[in-house]
T-cell receptor
Framework: DGGITQSPKYLFRKEGQNVTLSCEQN?????MYWYRQDPGQGLRLIYY???????QKGDIAEGYSVSREKKESFPLTVTSAQKNPTAFYLCASRNTEAQPQHFGDGTRLSIL | SQKIEQNSEALNIQEGKTATLTCNYT??????LQWYRQDPGRGPVFLLL?????KEKRKERLKVTFDTTLKQSLFHITASQPADSATYLCALAGGYQKVTFGIGTKLQVIP
């Protein structure tokens, strides 16, 4: 079955460390997204990519970086510049503008 | 700025009754609106999409209405079951980037 796979499910970051969250999809979708979810807040868009080798900043891109070298993959790096990285991170994809997004099951990032 | 409001408190309902969840929005003219279900520790799962020119959409026990004059969507679950207990997210969309999510309403169906 097609879907989105996020890994790892849980991740711990030390001070000053960069960590990378993986997102892979086999739905053949062009567009991919990264969201952050905090308690009491809606999903907030970090980065999105409409096509390979192209990506755009979302509403809260500071302290994060992405790459889109393959259609199937959209990894997110949480850099040491992100001072409050503890959150639930969700990756999503969709095919065309009027279609719903398909989500992975998230990565929960915590600080050691 | 764009704003989406959903009942932020939990909604408790007796099994078998109809649950009605509300999504209000301001400063937005969405092309379409979506509802998702999210279980604890999981990603949201798409339920229904309704376009701006549609008044109502149904899928099995689910019904969504969309009133662009009132800037409101109602999400109904008829004959609710304990398995329907989850958080339900409303999302407005107008393009590839512009998908804005509400904080969700937590529904608890009591047996």
């Amino acid at each position: 079955d097609g879907g989105i796979t996020q890994s790892p499910k849980y991740l711990f970051r030390k001070e000053g460390q960069n960590v990378t969250l993986s997102c892979e999809q086999n739905l053949n979708h062009d567009a991919m997204y990264w969201y952050r979810q905090d308690p009491g807040q809606g999903l907030r868009l970090i980065y999105y990519s409409q096509i390979v080798n192209d990506f755009q900043k979302g509403d809260i891109a500071e302290g994060y970086s992405v790459s889109r070298e393959k259609k199937e993959s959209f990894p997110l790096t949480v850099t040491s510049a992100q001072k409050n990285p503890t959150a639930f991170y969700l990756c999503a994809s969709r095919n065309t503008e009027a279609q719903p997004q398909h989500f992975g099951d998230g990565t929960r990032l915590s600080i050691l | 700025s764009q704003k989406i409001e959903q009942n932020s408190e939990a909604l408790n309902i007796q099994e078998g009754k109809t649950a009605t969840l509300t999504c209000n929005y301001t400063n937005y003219s969405p092309a379409y609106l979506q509802w998702y279900r999210q279980d604890p520790g999981r990603g949201p799962v798409f339920l229904l999409l309704i376009r701006e020119n549609e008044k109502e959409k149904r899928k099995e026990r689910l019904k969504v209405t969309f009133d662009t004059t009132l800037k409101q969507s109602l999400f109904h679950i008829t004959a609710s079951q304990p398995a329907d207990s989850a958080t339900y997210l409303c999302a407005l969309a107008g393009g590839y980037q512009k998908v804005t999510f509400g904080i969700g309403t937590k529904l608890q169906v009591i047996p």
